[in-house]
């Protein structure tokens, strides 16, 4: 069977180099939230396909680039 490389793209945020800014969850509601201190929380750390864009738009707003996409490693 042939190797194949998952599509399945996953959402990370640094807490120590986030800084609370918020337009991640403003451009990414679907997925992330902002607790009482304006954090950020992740719902779901899977994107869907459906959101790729949508997050990373999220992670390029990123002021202190603490939002990542990658893949999960296996």
């Known amino acids: ?7 399945e ?13 918020g337009a991640c969850a403003e451009l990414l509601p679907e997925l992330l939230s902002l607790d009482e201190w304006g954090y950020p ?4 750390a ?9 997050a990373k738009r999220a992670v ?7 939002l990542r996409m990658d893949r999960p490693t296996r």
Not at 1 to 7: D, I
Not at 46 to 54: G, M
């Open 60 to 66: 390029a707003a990123c002021p202190v680039l603490a």
């Open 9 to 21: 793209l996953t959402l990370r945020i640094d807490r120590i180099a986030c800084e609370g800014h």
């Open 1 to 7: 069977m042939p190797f194949t490389r998952s599509r």
């Open 46 to 54: 899977t994107v869907p396909a459906e959101l790729s864009a949508h």
């Open 41 to 44: 929380i992740v719902h779901s």
